[in-house]
């Protein structure tokens, strides 16, 4: 699957996309002026949106690359 397929099954899953998760990671203080913060993890990231939202460990992991900044929405 595409990063692009993972963000479209994500937003019709949880009805959330990448500016959303940007806003409730900063919520969470995940993360802080658009960063991950120092003490933020791959795992605490993952956890959370497993938990919160259901999602599977490789849409998790796509979140988590969007919010590090290795991906953006125009990637696939």
């Given amino acids: 699957m595409s990063f692009q397929g993972y963000l479209t099954t994500i937003k019709s899953k949880t009805g959330k996309g990448p500016a959303d ?28 949106l497993k938990d919160d939202f259901e999602l599977g460990h490789g849409h998790a992991m796509a979140i988590y690359a969007l919010l590090k900044g290795i991906k953006n929405e125009d990637s696939e």
């Fill in 21 to 48: 998760f940007r806003k409730l990671a900063e919520e969470k203080g995940f993360t802080k002026n658009g960063e991950l913060t120092p003490a933020t993890k791959a795992g605490d990231i993952t956890q959370w």
